[in-house]
């Protein structure tokens, strides 16, 4: 049975997925340092910038439902699995935000697609160079 590419991505959910890692390189590269995963921030940012207080998320478009994206859409079988599944993962994306945001950070969320089409660096580096 063949497996489409959402179904194949939700299978292979782990913390340096291969999108962050390559963030992770460009923003480096960039000469920008950050933290990865700090516990301190709701949420666990990926890649956190203390001394401007701004933290990135990347996200992989399936499991944060990136709206308007081919990858974003809800799977067609087992959909009394996946709607509430993938909302809570929503929900709690939009409420991690909030709550760095209520701390006086900023947040930035670079989806998977972007990255896929290399459409990030100036969007990183405008959102780490603006003030706060
Ligand atoms: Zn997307």
Same mark, same amino acid.
């Given at each position: 049975m063949a497996m489409s590419r959402s179904e194949n991505m939700a299978r292979i959910k +782990? #913390? /340096?997925t291969q999108p962050e890692l390559v963030v992770r390189r460009a923003i480096h590269a960039m000469g920008y340092r950050f933290r990865l995963? +700090?516990? #301190?921030?709701p949420g666990k940012p /990926?890649?956190?910038f203390p001394s401007r207080r701004k933290v990135i998320f990347v996200h992989g478009c399936f499991w944060h439902q990136?709206?308007?994206?081919?990858?974003?859409r809800v799977p067609k079988s087992r959909q009394d699995y996946w709607i509430p599944k993938l909302a809570k993962t929503k929900s709690r994306d939009s409420e991690n935000i909030s709550a760095i945001e209520a701390l006086g950070w900023k947040c930035l969320v670079i989806w998977e697609c972007n990255v896929e089409e290399a459409r990030f660096a100036d969007v990183i580096r405008a959102f780490l160079d603006s003030p706060l």
């Open positions: +782990s #913390k /340096d995963h +700090s516990g #301190k921030l /990926d890649l956190v990136h709206a308007h994206c081919m990858e974003g």
